[in-house]
């Protein structure tokens, strides 16, 4: 089993910057990739952002240009920095990992973001 603990989540308004950290535990062999997920009210949870250890990253089309991922495996943590937010970026962002063999898919409790217009 692996727990992911999400930080960073807040208020900010249009335009301003928040930092998402989750750190992993528990029986962490092979986890890869690490990301975050989004769901806004009334909407599917949507991909953000993945990253492979290898360094490959995935992003959403909205976000490409404002957010970056990025992960520490030493720390068997990821980060998403978030810039130049939007109203349309507000929602419950998930940390996800995931396993290959056996396979597995974790996620953490969700942090909310919302942005103020």
């Known amino acids: 089993q692996v727990q992911l603990v999400e930080s960073g989540g807040g208020l900010v308004q249009a335009g301003g910057s928040l930092r998402l950290s989750c750190v992993a535990s528990?029986?962490?062999?092979?986890?890869?990739?690490m990301g975050w997920y989004r769901q806004a009210p009334g909407k599917q949870r949507e991909l953000v952002a993945n990253?492979?250890?290898?360094?490959?990253?995935n992003y959403a089309d909205s976000v490409k240009g404002r957010f970056t991922i990025s992960r520490d495996n030493a720390k068997n943590a990821v980060y998403l920095q978030m810039n130049s937010l939007k109203p349309e970026d507000t929602a419950v962002y998930y940390c996800?990992?995931?396993?290959?063999?056996?396979?597995?898919?974790?996620w953490g409790q969700g942090t909310q973001v919302t942005v103020s217009s």
């Open positions: 990253i492979f250890s290898g360094g490959t990253t």
């Open positions: 996800n990992a995931a396993r290959s063999a056996p396979f597995a898919v974790y």
């Open positions: 528990g029986s962490i062999f092979s986890i890869n990739p």
